[in-house]
């Protein structure tokens, strides 16, 4: 039956917009004003660092490539207007401000629909809005996740409402997994968004446990739920599209939290550094060992190598330490963030159009409930209004 609440077009406006608007900020904000070599967790004026920032390399090199595609666009050679906007305290807070606000609107809405969803089980809410009241929650905790991308400086410097933000959002993702875990049985987009051949060979072959038109809190039940898996298909549970596509969103998912947390929190950030340095440091005495730079530390003669092996080893190994510091500084860095953020982003529109597409139902009436969800995509503006 159509259920406009939680699929009508109002609804999935406010949050997709919502999060599509945040994401775009957030790029604006890398590209143009966020600098690599300030600090995010600088004490406010009057205070003393104890720490020496050092820029992530990957962050400093790409910031450096924008620059020059700025200068080489000005007549000067010179990108006065990103020296301009990094330099302008207001522009920073009216970016602080907008992306707050649209994380405070989202941060309640989404807990406020999987509350929603989860107390509509006992009332048989389907498995096709459950799994959209999943992929809207999915939105509204990207979004806020978009925001503590860009406000690691200003949470730093507000401890209580950093705390209340981390707790809310580890809330929100924890639910989240929860809601999304039984969709893994949902496996009918994947094969009714494909042309009607397609389609029917992806049905025969895969199969689904539940359909558009079943009881969300049945596959709740794990034991049950994978026996109605194997009564309508031979394949390998693993091995359907919903289960993959279930492992993947619940990757993102895990790998954006993780990283937010230990991001926003310099006593975190600064222990993986050290780890990293510790490490680094073993394998740099390995590789003077290898290369006879310095002696083994063993009281035994040690075997001589011919000087072409020591050489081969040592450029083998030098390799590898490279690689892996690259990759570490990819990992630290906020363009990392910002690539997680975008596939996060594209990930969750083409699993919310193939759910969309996979049912033939009209809930395109912008009904009562579907307005106030729109004005979401309202306040951004008012707040930036308000700002400038």
Not at 111 to 135: E, N, Q, R, W
Request: some cysteine.
């Amino acid at each position: 039956e159509p259920y406009a609440d939680v699929a009508g077009p109002g609804v999935l406006t406010g949050y997709l917009g919502t999060a599509w608007i945040c994401v775009v900020l957030v790029l604006i904000h890398y590209f143009l004003i966020f600098d690599p070599s300030q600090d995010p967790f600088e004490l406010p004026a009057g205070g003393n660092s104890t720490r020496r920032w050092v820029a992530n390399p990957i962050d400093a090199l790409f910031k450096t490539m924008v620059e020059t595609v700025f200068g080489s666009l000005s007549p000067t050679g010179q990108p006065p207007a990103l020296q301009w906007m990094r330099r302008n305290p207001k522009l920073q807070a009216a970016f602080d401000k907008v992306i707050l606000a649209m994380c405070d609107v989202q941060i309640v809405t989404g807990l406020g629909i999987l509350v929603s969803g989860c107390a509509d089980l006992g009332h048989g809410i389907s498995a096709y809005h459950f799994l959209l009241v999943g992929l809207v929650a999915w939105f509204s905790n990207l979004t806020h996740i978009a925001g503590l991308t860009v406000l690691r400086r200003y949470l730093h410097r507000r401890p209580f409402e950093k705390w209340i933000r981390l707790s809310l959002m580890i809330i929100l993702s924890v639910m989240l997994l929860t809601a999304i875990g039984p969709t893994l049985f949902f496996n009918w987009p994947a094969w009714r968004s494909q042309d009607d051949n397609q389609g029917e060979d992806q049905e025969q072959r895969q199969g689904s446990a539940g359909l558009p038109g079943s009881y969300a809190i049945c596959f709740f039940s794990p034991q049950r739920a994978i026996e109605w898996h194997y009564a309508v298909t031979d394949v390998s549970l693993e091995a359907s599209s919903s289960f993959q596509s279930v492992l993947i969103s619940m990757l993102l998912l895990v790998f954006s939290l993780g990283s937010r947390v230990i991001k926003l929190q310099s006593s975190l950030s600064n222990a993986v550094k050290k780890a990293r340095g510790a490490v680094s440091n073993k394998y740099k005495a390995y590789l003077r060992r290898v290369y006879g730079i310095e002696p083994p530390s063993m009281e035994r003669k040690p075997r001589v190598k011919p000087l072409w092996l020591k050489r081969a080893l040592f450029c083998s190994q030098m390799t590898n330490m490279l690689m892996l510091r690259i990759y570490a500084d990819l990992l630290g860095s906020s363009l990392s963030d910002i690539y997680w953020l975008l596939v996060s982003a594209i990930w969750g529109t083409i699993k919310l159009f193939l759910a969309k597409q996979s049912v033939v139902i009209d809930e395109d009436s912008w009904a009562f409930g579907q307005i106030l969800p729109a004005f979401l995509l309202v306040a951004p503006l008012l707040t930036t209004a308000g700002v400038f």
